[in-house]
């Protein structure tokens, strides 16, 4: 390979967020490469098969794809799972949180209170 010639190989990252840690590893595939090969070799690396098979959708960049898309180099391929709670009823329950908070904030116990 002279250094006007491109690359046979491009790298990707697949990754999977939890709430309290990050699972990370790069990959070295061949160009033309799917999401479906990425998976397949990511598979191979300890603990990403078990992240794999919960993952209930597949993106890169924070977008949704189909297993068959072509990857690029640098690619960053994400693992998604399934919502633990839905996002209203998570906004409802930090509203009524701070409601809560709010009103008990300025009530002083009545062993304090002076008559």
């Given at each position: 390979m002279t250094?006007?010639?491109p690359s ?5 990252r697949v990754?999977?967020a ?12 061949s ?5 479906r090969?990425?998976?397949a070799q990511a598979r191979?690396?300890?603990?990403f098969?078990?992240l794999?098979d ?13 297993l068959g898309?072509?990857?690029?180099d640098?690619d960053r391929v ?5 919502l ?5 009823v998570?906004?409802?329950r930090?509203a009524?949180?701070?409601?809560k908070?709010?009103?008990?904030k300025n ?6 209170r002076?008559?």
């Amino acid at each position: 390979m002279t250094a006007t010639q491109p690359s046979e190989r491009i790298q990707v990252r697949v990754c999977e967020a939890k709430a309290q840690s990050l699972s990370e590893i790069t990959l070295t595939l061949s160009i033309g490469a799917t999401l479906r090969d990425a998976l397949a070799q990511a598979r191979t690396h300890a603990g990403f098969g078990m992240l794999i098979d919960e993952a209930v959708a597949v993106g890169v960049f924070g977008k949704k794809f189909e297993l068959g898309a072509t990857l690029s180099d640098g690619d960053r391929v994400e693992l998604y799972r399934a919502l633990m709670v839905e996002p209203k009823v998570a906004r409802r329950r930090r509203a009524a949180h701070r409601q809560k908070v709010r009103q008990t904030k300025n009530r002083v116990p009545i062993t304090d209170r002076t008559v």
